[in-house]
């Protein structure tokens, strides 16, 4: 059983691109059909970074939101954790490129990258390192750009993917009941290539043959994927309700990855919970990994959907395989 956390989540933001890539776009010169794709994914469209957008900027947007959202200065960042699978540059961190342009010179920036997970490891992480009484304000980012790393004549994936780009502030709470009430991290590498990307890492660098191969694509092993995503989250949520001690009634609001709208609608059946009870942005967004989550989180709070003293339970689960569950009070 983890330990409730005095942490909380002091403001959200959340930014994602312009541009619009629709099902009609793929069924123009691939073998596949709105109708398809909205009945076996829920996806209706997605958003891709277009001209100067990158990874960095959809992130620092999300960030500067967040901050303002916070009330706090900038300059009172002082840990700044960012979540992807897809980052600027593989040397230096992600989280540098983007320190760098938030104007905070000096402050600690690292990656974290549990792909789909990763927002909610990043968000656990952060808590324990204001709970351990090293920092106050700890600024979480997830953000992706899955769309520079999807094969566009494969129709199996690149219908899912879409980029955005998420973020939290979070500090230590006021209060005397602790606002992050349970969590859970795993990870199971046995099942590594379910999801991966074979090239352009230390073991096979890029060279002509990897790209001729297209091995810097994204490989998806999407129909097993789905039966342990539906198994686990299922699993997982329903420990993180035993171990908090909480009812499926008591919540808000459940925040799960978006992969699939059918892996959701399972989910939320096997819950009991009725359809305002469960976040979804794949239909706009597609798979944003790292960032589904955080985007949902920061829309809701925006739409009132969500309001402080709500309950609300962020589940996720993707490439490694990792999951991950956070329960929190607002
Ligand atoms: N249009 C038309 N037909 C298609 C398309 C498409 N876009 N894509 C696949 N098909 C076909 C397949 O070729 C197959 O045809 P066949 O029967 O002739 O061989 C048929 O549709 C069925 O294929 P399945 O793969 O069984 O389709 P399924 O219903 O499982 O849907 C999907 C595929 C959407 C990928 C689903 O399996 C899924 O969502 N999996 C889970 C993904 C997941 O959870 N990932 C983890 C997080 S992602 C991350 O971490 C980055």
Redesign the pocket.
Known sequence: MSQPLNVRIRGTGSFLPQKVLTNEFFASYL???DE??VS??GIHERRQISGDETMCSLSVEAARRAVSDAGIAMQDIELILVCTATPETNIPAAACWIQAELGLPGVPAMDLNA??SGFVYGLIAGAQMIESGCYCNVLVIGAEV?TRFTDYQD??TC??FGDGAAAVVLSPSEQAEPNILYYEMGADGRRATD?WMPAGGSKLPASHSTVDEGLHFMR?K??E??KL?VVKLEELIDRALSEAGVKADDLKLVIP?Q??LR?IELTRERLGLPPEKMAVNIDRYG?T?AASIGIALDEARRSGQLQSGDLVLLAA???GVTWATLLLRL
């Open positions: 073998d596949t059909s398809w794709i076996r994914t792909a789909c899955l129709r199996s219908v899912l999801i998806m999407g129909r994927l789905f995503a990855h992969s699939n892996i798979n990994s689960f993707g490439a």
